[in-house]
């Protein structure tokens, strides 16, 4: 079993920046890659970036390349989100989420998760 517990959401002007933190109990979180998500009301859930089991293998949605950077920390079970060069539609509920054990090197979809966080408001203002 798996828990995902998110922070560092806020609010923050346009051309800021913001770290989310991801915390995972259990003891299987170096062999689950990890993703996040946003959604905004009214839209769909939407990839923003995953990161592989190793963490030698990132990948991000074409609207966050060059601003967002996604890194984990296996020591303390965490992966972070670094958001620079914030924008208005970046606001959004951010989820990370958790997939497989042992499984391949990333999911861009969110059918490939397994585990999710409770979710954190960002909210970029112009």
């Known amino acids: 079993q798996v828990q995902l517990v998110e922070s560092g959401g806020g609010l923050v002007q346009a051309g800021g920046s913001l770290r989310l933190s991801c915390t995972a109990s259990g003891h299987t979180f170096s062999r689950s890659f990890m993703g996040w998500f946003r959604q905004a009301p009214g839209k769909a859930r939407e990839f923003v970036t995953a990161i592989s089991r190793s963490g030698g293998t990132t990948d991000y949605a074409d609207s966050v390349k060059g601003r967002f950077t996604v890194s984990r920390d296996s020591a303390k079970n965490t992966v972070y989100l670094q958001m620079n060069s914030l924008k208005p539609e970046d606001t959004s509920v951010y989820y990370c989420?958790?997939?497989?054990?042992?499984?391949?090197?990333?999911?861009?979809?969110?059918?490939?998760?397994?585990?999710w966080g409770q979710g954190t408001q960002v909210t970029v203002s112009s």
């Open positions: 989420a958790a997939g497989p054990v042992d499984s391949g090197d990333y999911s861009r979809s969110w059918l490939g998760y397994d585990y």
